[in-house]
């Protein structure tokens, strides 16, 4: 049990254990399936959470699985070339080319924007009903389940994917101008036909969708989430990061895409991960920004170098890059110098998604401060492509609608001078923010780690925070890269899909 002063008020925390339902070895990486099967243990249909991919990676579980957890639903997508149909209604002369579509061609039409945690239908559509014409909505029932789930009609004719109303060479759909928001299907003409249901609209236009790609986008509380949702992170304090660091091999790295998976999945988890057997050449943080996607350029180009000086260390913790409107993703840093100090070159680092949640359990007016104030983040200077000028706003804590943390910035060096906020509830931010660092900066929530050569530490520049350990003996060089979340998102889900398609 911890304690905290927080605003004057004194609090406790209770240790968190956020991995108390998964077994020990579970970042072997059983993660995610651990996860999902300690929360829908029916969908997998397996008897515990501690046999499902001991002590191997998530890739090989994934395939292992894969007969309970997706029933082949990615399969390639492809759509035929055609000239667009008019949007709104459509003639009755495209009723029989739709029609005589296969379920396979209608669900390779809909398969390349489902990559998600819970796609096994369990079946298919078991029961459709809903007035479409007075309430615009269809309810549909679900083997997995039989809850009834509402689908605007609206929805559906926008995602109408037959050849008339999707370009295969422009990925054109229905004008939002042709559409209207009060159409309604046609119910006397609506059936469904086995993995599928149909919708006759009025004019004759005849919209096919397959039951696994709705259930996959079902609205509610219970729709299906993207396998990189920030939902699926876990929170962690010194303790807690000590067991479950992390380390992947550079070479397995970039001839192993299972190891590059559970990197990279690990990486959006939990933030923090280390790569060890690095050549010490240059170049080598190029090569694994290439085996994702690539480094981010910026005014410094895609790598920067900086000097350890000893005790001129002494930074507060905080994000990089704040003064631009996005930034990076990853960052990756190594060592390339001699270093005097034994046991490498130490960091301090924080998980700021743990402290933001600290923060919300125990002051959230504070919490409510940092995630709705814009701070002003500055630097100017001169750069690999000359002069620049960066500014940029960002709130400390930034919350997605449904109030999930998806980015903390933070940095005191690159804090400007204006706040977007009235003169009298200035102060109340500044005391919101000092609460915030203070809850950052408590021992328990600190790790401590010796970065060694040959190592590269990658890190989640937009959650955890970190500083290199002032004081210490350590003289040399370092180097940085980044790399962007949208670039790692992206091969993220181009593996999860290979995996589940083999």
Known sequence: MYQHDLGGTTYREEPCYP????????????????????????????????????????????????????????????????????????????????????????????????????????????????????????????????????????????????PLCIDKWGHSRTKIEDLDPNIAAAWDRLSTLGPSISIVWEGGHVSKYPSRWLWANRFGEKASRDVVDPGNTVRWNSMRIKESLQRFDFDGLLNNDDLLFDWLMGLRVQGLAVIQDVP????????????????????????????????DNDLSSHTDLPYLSSPPGISLTRLTGDHVQTGGAKLLLSDGFKAADILRDHSPQSFDILSGTDWEYLSIGAGNHGDYHHRA????????????????????????????????????????????????????????????PGE?????????????????NAQGRYEGGYIDWDDITSRIRVLYKRFTSS
């Open 19 to 162: 991995f108390r339902h998964l077994a020990s070895d579970m970042f072997s990486l059983g993660l995610l399936g651990r996860r999902l099967a300690s929360r829908v243990p029916t969908l997998l249909r397996c008897s515990s959470v501690e046999t499902l991919g001991q002590g191997q990676p998530f890739a090989y579980w994934l395939r292992t699985y894969n007969n309970g957890l997706v029933r082949g639903l990615f399969t390639p997508c492809s759509r035929h070339h055609q000239n667009n149909g008019e949007g709104g209604g459509g003639g009755s002369d495209s009723t029989d080319d739709n029609s005589a579509q296969t379920i396979g061609d209608v669900e390779s039409r809909y398969s390349s924007d489902v990559f998600l945690m819970d796609v096994d239908s369990g079946g298919h559509v078991i029961l459709v009903s809903g007035d479409g014409i007075t309430s615009g909505i269809t309810e549909i029932r679900f083997a997995a389940d039989a809850v009834a789930y509402s689908f605007p009609d609206i929805w559906f004719r926008d995602h109408c994917r037959c």
């Open 280 to 311: 010490r050449t240059p170049n080598q943080l190029q090569v694994l920004g290439e085996r994702v996607a690539k480094l981010r350029n910026y005014h410094f180009g895609d790598t920067f170098k900086g000097t350890l000086l000893g005790g």
């Open 393 to 452: 706003r960002h709130p400390v804590i930034k919350c997605d609608s449904d109030r999930q943390i998806t980015q903390i910035v933070v940095s005191d060096h690159h804090r400007g001078s204006k706040l977007s906020i009235k003169a009298e509830e200035v102060a109340r931010a500044y005391e919101s923010l000092k609460g915030y660092v203070s809850i950052l900066s408590q021992p328990e929530n600190v790790f401590e780690y010796s970065l060694e």
């Open 456 to 472: 590269v530490l990658s890190r989640d520049n937009c959650r955890v925070l970190h500083k290199w350990m002032p004081g210490g």
